[in-house]
């Protein structure tokens, strides 16, 4: 009789388990389904380093990769907003903090397309990063100043390629990235003599939008280069309480426009629809991944390999179950 009870009470717990997973996928569903605009840019919050993320009708670009120990937490996003593949990877310069994280990137996604600088770089996380582009077989170049190329109905245009310089922060890939009326600028680490350069080739700088260069330093961002770019908004990368006193008080002052700020509001959201850009934050994306402890394989709720309760193990982020050694499968691609 009471063994009756328990095998009846475990049915129902089930039961209720399955029906709690099934609203919070119709929630996250909801979340993530109500928000996508055709073309977004997410300034990723990876502390005292740059990552920017663009969305051009489906299509994907990572715009560098935190420092080292920063690749899990942006394979976590990125998969979280629902990309499973990087159609271009530009790694801007080779400073540990814009590459430190994109080995890893390129070990747990497909990217098609990667651009770098010319500047050589002897650290061991870009000698990593070389030896992975090649293994994964990842078309990758140095860009033309003055290439263009398509992302989604996005117009990209490299207003630098690094070549020429003697420091690696003016080695910096300028690139800017057109929807509709609406744009932006990514400058990397440029400073002065590489705005100066920009100016003088001559190209369209004028963006909506300006990833303000080298995490708001003041060797960047002189007045020239800030008129020539007019922008509405204006983006700093770069982590709280930071020991380089990014982004400097000079600098905060001449940018008259929107301002924000990575170490201050976490991940910075902005979208388009060709017209008009907005603010929007970083949008809590609610995801569960279950595990199965049998095989130790990782799913996405809805798989249809998804393992029976009783084998079943819950995990709130990806980079937690893979901690716990748990290989995604091949079907859902969690
Ligand atoms: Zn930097
Ligand atoms: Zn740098």
């Given amino acids: 009789m009471s063994k009756k009870r328990t095998k009846r009470s475990g049915t129902a717990g089930k039961r209720l388990l399955a029906l709690l997973i099934t609203l919070l996928c119709a929630f996250a569903t909801y979340l993530s389904g109500g928000a996508s605009q055709p073309f977004e840019v997410h300034f990723i919050d990876v502390g005292q380093a740059d990552c920017a993320l663009v969305i051009a009708d489906g299509k994907t670009m990572l715009i560098d990769g935190g420092e080292i120990g920063a690749g899990p937490r942006i394979i976590d996003y990125l998969r979280t907003h629902g990309v499973q593949k990087l159609d271009v990877l530009i790694a801007t310069h080779p400073h540990s903090d814009h590459i430190g994280g994109l080995p890893y990137v390129v070990e747990n996604m497909e990217v098609t397309r990667a651009y770098l600088s010319p500047y050589v770089h002897t650290s061991a996380t870009y000698e990593q990063l070389l030896d992975d582009l090649a293994k994964k077989k990842v078309a990758t170049s140095v860009p033309e100043i003055g290439e263009t190329f398509s992302l989604g109905s996005a117009d990209c245009r490299v207003i630098s390629n690094g070549a020429g310089f003697d420091d690696a922060n003016d080695a910096s ?45 003041e060797t960047s961002s002189s007045q020239a280069f800030l008129d020539a770019v007019d922008p509405e908004i204006a983006v700093i990368s770069c982590g709280k309480d930071n020991s380089y006193g990014h982004p400097h008080a000079v600098t905060l002052k001449k940018l008259t426009c929107e301002v924000h700020r990575t170490d201050k509001e976490g991940s910075v959201v902005l979208v388009s629809d060709g017209t008009t850009v907005t603010a929007r934050g970083e949008v809590p994306v609610f995801k569960i991944y279950i595990g199965n402890w049998q095989n130790k394989k990782l799913h996405l709720v809805g798989c249809r390999y998804m393992p029976s309760f009783e084998n079943m193990d819950f995990f709130w982020k990806r980079s937690m179950a893979i901690d716990a050694g748990y290989e995604p499968c091949g079907s859902c691609k969690p």
């Fill in 173 to 217: 890939i300028i690139l800017r990235v057109a929807y509709g009326d609406t744009s932006v600028l990514f400058t990397g680490d440029a400073e002065v003599p590489a705005e100066e350069a920009a100016l003088a080739s001559g190209m369209n700088l004028r963006s909506t939008i300006l990833k303000v260069g080298h995490h708001g330093s």
